[in-house]
């Protein structure tokens, strides 16, 4: 049996069934009030039956975090009680539930609430059609925002997560800061790429402290990054090795590399000849545990996986599909290509997917 499926254990001992994790996946399904719904409970529970480790959609850290609509909250202690029916939901199959912490910064999309104040380190628009040019953070409002993720970590690890990913990727707030397209600030937060890594070194810290205050020191602390921007100037994966070592000195339990498939070639650099992910496994060697992504829908992809020497590797559609997909692949039953209701999706993850899969290719209909 492929590696992939057996047990695994991160480096502060918490055991995963298998090393295959449901990738974070946003499913706009949250009550009105942003908790967590009867919808979305149902399908993290049917997907930590099979998964090691389940990580949740991205949820905001604070009003002002929220990046779409129906995105589930963590921004103070009212919703405490949705997060331990979350954490229960992945936790009582014997998965390790990780709580994904977001803010969107300058992608959050415009007019999703009253008042709404779409900030960044600076104001600089992102290339996307439907993003306006943010505010300038404040440094007072910096910290603001830190204190925020790290109230909403310790509301994870008070409601029964295993632990929290720091979501660094897909050009959302942290990415931001690293990114010397949206950071151009001259106070302490900006300037080389090491200032730029500032406000993530912070709170990794600070997230740190709360293992030893609530006496949890096996408390995951994952990052997720996207090795590239395609913007100049942008992150070069010379600056994501850089990041790499940084969060590797601090010891952080793993790694979530986000790309578009799990062999990713430069996407800055056409001419570059040796994969993005050959740079970066070759780098980090054995030095922290590395989730890999990206069209890993078969069992041969979850070979090659293993063989690129990644310690984890996450589902993203082919889980959403077929709602079995850990047994399926290990067995070789055919894995369900086909989107229905059979598939236990929140109904607006379920919408939104089936108009997204007219424009795919990966293969996948709906019923
Ligand atoms: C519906 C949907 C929602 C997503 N939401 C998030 C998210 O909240 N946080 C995140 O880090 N990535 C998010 N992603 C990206 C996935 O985690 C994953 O990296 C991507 O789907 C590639 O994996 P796949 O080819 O197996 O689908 C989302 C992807 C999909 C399809």
Redesign the pocket.
Known sequence: MNKMFTKYTLRRGVTLKNRLVL????TYASNEDLTVSDEELIYYNSRAKQFGMVVT??CAVSKNAQAFERQISVRDRRYTDSMKQLASSITKEGSVAIL?LHHGGRMNQPNLYHNQDIVAPSAVKANRDYTVTPRELKTSEVYDIMDSFVNAAEIALEAGFDGVEL?G??TYLLQQFYSPHSNQRDDEFGGNSTKRMTFMMKLIDRIMNLRTKHNKPEFIIGY?LSPEEIEDPGITIEDTLFLIDELSYKDIDYIHL?T?HYKQKSIRNKDETVSLIYRIMEHVQDRVAIIG????DTLKDIEDVSFLGYSMA?????ALADKEFVEHVRDGIPLNKEFSEDCMLPTK?FERLSSWMKNSDRGYTVK
Do not use: E, F, W, Y
């Open positions: 990738a974070p996946m946003t959609a991205a994904q979501h990727a897909n997720r986000s578009g992504v990206g069209q890993i996450a589902i993203g559609l082919a993850l």
